[in-house]
Structures are given as C-alpha cells and as structure tokens.
C-alpha cells in the first residue's frame, strides 16, 4: 500500500469519500479485497459474520463485491474482527477496471 498517496489508510471516511468521487462507467473503481483476506485466514463468510456482529447478508455482500454503499459502521466491525486497517480490505483505485484487481507489491 501507498502510505503518501490520497488514499492513504486515513479510515472510514476517507473510503466513504472516494466511494461517492467514482464515477459510474468510469475507470475509477473500488477495489474489494474482503475474499482475498478471508481466504488467507482461512474463514467463512459465516465465521466473519458472527464474529463482527453483522448479518450474513452484509458480510456476503462485501465478501462477494456486491456492496455498492458501504456502511461505516460494518466496516468498523469487519476491519476490527479480522484485524486488518480499512485500506488493505478496501482499495481507492483510480485507473483500475472492476474486474482487475492492483497487483500487490
């Protein structure tokens, strides 16, 4: 990740910020590493949902990229539960397409 860039690891509203400056058909694009986390702490959907106290329905959304408006206060339980600051679960990209995802460096 990019300490010194605009999207840095600033929290909750920074992303909330970038969310609302994508454009629709645009290039610009979140990048949603919520599956890549769970599957590198070998977790369910379930085991997430459960343990950040949110319903299965929130968690699968996020874990699947359906999400299209992010809750602040989800993201809160879900980066608290697996322990991992908001910009390594969510990623402002802005020369990205959805279907890439950033190589990690």
Do not use: W
Request: aromatic fraction near 6%; glycine fraction near 10%; charge should be negative.
């Amino acid at each position: 990740m990019h300490e010194d860039s605009a999207n840095s690891c600033e929290g909750v509203s920074a992303v909330i910020g970038c969310v609302q400056a994508t454009e629709v058909g645009g290039r610009a694009v979140i990048i949603n590493r919520t599956s890549r986390i769970l599957g590198d702490k070998r977790m369910s959907v379930r085991d997430m949902a459960k343990g950040a106290g949110i319903s299965y329905g929130a968690a699968y959304g996020l874990y699947s990229g359906n999400t299209k408006r992010y809750d602040e206060d989800v993201l809160n339980r879900v980066c608290g539960f697996l322990e991992v600051p908001l910009c390594e679960l969510l990623e402002y990209s802005a020369d990205a397409t959805p279907d890439t995802e950033a190589e990690d460096t």
